[in-house]
Structure formats: C-alpha cells, structure tokens
C-alpha cells in the first residue's frame, strides 16, 4: 500500500452509483403508502417538495404579514417579486393575461426555491425529476386549452390554429391544423424537458467532476474541486433562469391561447 | 418503476399525487393569503403617494401665487415710494422757487427802499449845501461890501449861480451818473 494518504480508487461501477446516488435516494420511500393500488409513497423526492413549498410560503407569507408604510429590506424584497410578477412576468401580450399572474408567479417562487433547496449538498432536487416538471407543464398546458376555450369559444379556438388566407385549401388547411396542434402539444412537453435537463445535466455535471477524485485519485481534486465549484456558482444562476424561463413561457402560453383569434 | 436508478422517472405516481396536492394547497394559501395583502399595501402607498404629490403641487401652486401676490405689493409699494418721493421733490423745488422769488423781491424791495432813502438823503443835504452856502455867501457879500444886503434878492442871485454850476456840472458830466 502506498504511504501517501488517499482515497480509495473505485472501479466504474462503484464511481456510476456514486453519481446518481443523489437521484436513487430520491426514491427512498420513509413511509409507503397507497391508493386504490398506485403507490403514494412519501419519498425523500416528496419530502423535499414539502420542504420546498413551506418555504415558499413562508417567504411570502412572512413578508405578506410584514407590511409597513416605510418598507423594510424584506418587505421591498416580497413587494419587487410582486411588482415582478404583476409587471414583468404578466402582461407579456394585453392587460386581461395580468389575471393570471398570480398562477405564474406562484409557479416562478416554486421553481426557484426547490431549484435552490436542490443545490444544497444531501438534499434532493425535486425539479430533476421528469414527474414533477412534466405534470406542472401538463398542469399549464391544461391550463392554457381551458383559457384559450373560454376566451375564444371552442370554434373559435380550433379554427384559429390554422392560418388564414392558405392556398389550396383541401391540403393545406388539415396540413396546417395537425402541424399546429404538434406545435401546441409540443410546448409543454418542451419546457418539462427544458427544466428537467438543465437541472439535472447540472446536478451530473457536478457529481461527474467530483468522481473524477474516486476514479483517477486524489491529486484530480486539483482541477475536479475548482470545477465543482465553478458550475456550483452557475447552476444557482441556472436555477434562477429555468425557474424564470418556466414561468415566463407558462405566462406566454396562456396569453397566446387568450388572444389565439386576434392575430 | 421504469427506471430504477431514479433519473429517468417516468412516471412516479407518488411524486405526481403529492405534486398536485401540494401545488394546489401552495397556490390556494398564496393567492388567498400572500397577494391581497401585498397588492392592498402597494395599492395603498401608491394611493398616498399620489395624494402627497397632488399635495406639494397644490402648495406649490399656492406659493406661487403667494409670491406674485407679494411681488406685486411690492412693487405697488415701490411705486408708491416714487410717487411720493417725486411729490416731495417737486414740493422742495416749488418751495425753493417761490423762497428764491420772495427773497429776490424782498431784495429788490431793500434796494429799491435804499436807494428812495439815498435820494431823500442827497436832496435834503444838497438843500442844507445850499442854504449854507448862500448864507455864507451873503455874509462874505455883507462884510465885503460892509452893508446888509437885501437878503431875498441876495439868495435869488446865489440860488441862479448855483443853479448855473450845477448845470454845467451836469452838462460836464453827462451820460454820467443821473440826478436823484
């Protein structure tokens, strides 16, 4: 044995499970619980989400129960998401979409506190999990059919996929309706994969980098520690952006299927 | 559980019920009780901010019209400050006019009352002269002619010479001084 103190060099196999081990405790379940045979087992993946939608009320709900005439540093804090929410987030196409900020704003504070809660070494981010990203991307594209019905009436809003003023009519238009309606089931598939891989590309990278010290030995912590640390710093700005991304492109969906037949 | 290593979910029913449950109750709490409050506070210090710049364009206003108010009191005072300035000037000139005339007059007067007195003066010291000097000419005449004389016809023949010499006196000096 060598003399140098070092940590013990893992084969492949060990390194592989040493990476997604974050991911793979996610699915410890502490309680197991079912419905009706579908497994509703509280994992630690559930128990974060806890975590993160408490804090994500608390923040807010602390703030809210704060206010004063002469703000503080917190209450300006909870009153710009506010004004962010209201002003920057909504309103993307017409005043009317500003009456659904309350959704996006709520789903952007979401998003950002379990993007971060998910950086904090031992915990789990719940946002690299395709369920989570996918069933809230199902949730606006729900959202954004049943606002796009109601605004422009069911003719109106199917008719309202296809462009007008097509040549050739008998081709063009059931041409135009499928690729449209492709389009449209397309978003939120898109964006649950666009917060689901950023998070999770960003949470591997990082555990890929730090196993390069159990793969190749100690001396790598040289580079593989700088490294960590570099993409540590921009998957907080990551998780800043996806949350915001995810947010803002909800709000821009549902603005778009509101004024579908205005434009 | 498709995937067992946990990165590729699909699809973990537990996380998807509790997901829903979870984001149902966050969104119901916030909207219900995070919002209203922050968009009441923010509503309300708009409200008072507004009032309070409706407020100081309100004073200002006032200000304004305080000072034009005042500017033009002023300028009424200074007016009226020239007005009387200008009055008392020309009083003080009127008054030095009329004072200069009065004492020109009063001057003139003096002089006038001086030189009726002079004359006055020389007629009667030239009458004195006269009868003196008749007198004494008659006297001289009386011891030289060692008679008295007839006096009236005496002071008549004086009376014609002086005459005479004044005459010639004034003849001598004439364009001279003029006889009081």
Sequence with gaps: MSSTPTLAQLSAEKVREEIIHTFEAGQHAYVHLSLFGIDISITKAVVFLWIGAAVTFLIMFIGSRLLKNRPGAYQVLVEEIYGFGRNSLAGQMGEEGKKFFPYTLTLFIFLLVLNLIGLIPNSYPVTASITFTLTLALLTFIITQYVGIRANGLGGYVKAFVPPGLPLKIIFVPFMFVIEWISELSKPLTLAMRLYANILAGHLLIFIFLSFILYFGTFMAAISVPMALVLYGFEIFVAVLQAYIFAILTQVYIEIALYRTEH | ?180
């Design chain 2, 1 to 180: 559980m498709l995937d067992p290593t946990g990165i590729f979910d699909l699809i973990k029913t537990s996380l998807l019920f509790w997901e829903i449950i979870t984001f149902a109750i966050l969104l119901f709490l916030i909207i219900r009780y995070v919002y209203p409050p922050i968009r009441d506070q923010i509503q309300k210090r708009q409200a008072e901010i507004e009032g309070a710049i409706d407020e100081a364009q309100k004073t200002r206003e006032e200000a304004r019209e305080l000072l034009a108010e005042y500017r033009r009191q002023i300028e009424e005072a200074r007016g009226e400050g020239r007005r009387i300035l200008e009055d008392a000037r020309k009083q003080a000139d009127a008054q030095r006019e009329r004072t200069k005339k009065e004492a020109r007059e009063e001057g003139d007067r003096i002089v006038q009352r001086a030189r009726e007195e002079i004359g006055r003066e020389r007629e009667s010291a030239i009458r004195e002269v006269r009868s003196e000097v008749a007198g004494m000419v008659i006297q001289a005449s009386e011891q030289v002619l060692g008679r008295t004389v007839d006096h009236d016809e005496h002071e008549r023949l004086v009376s014609q010479a002086l005459d005479d010499l004044e005459a010639e006196v004034a003849g001598s000096s004439a364009g001279g001084r003029g006889t009081a």
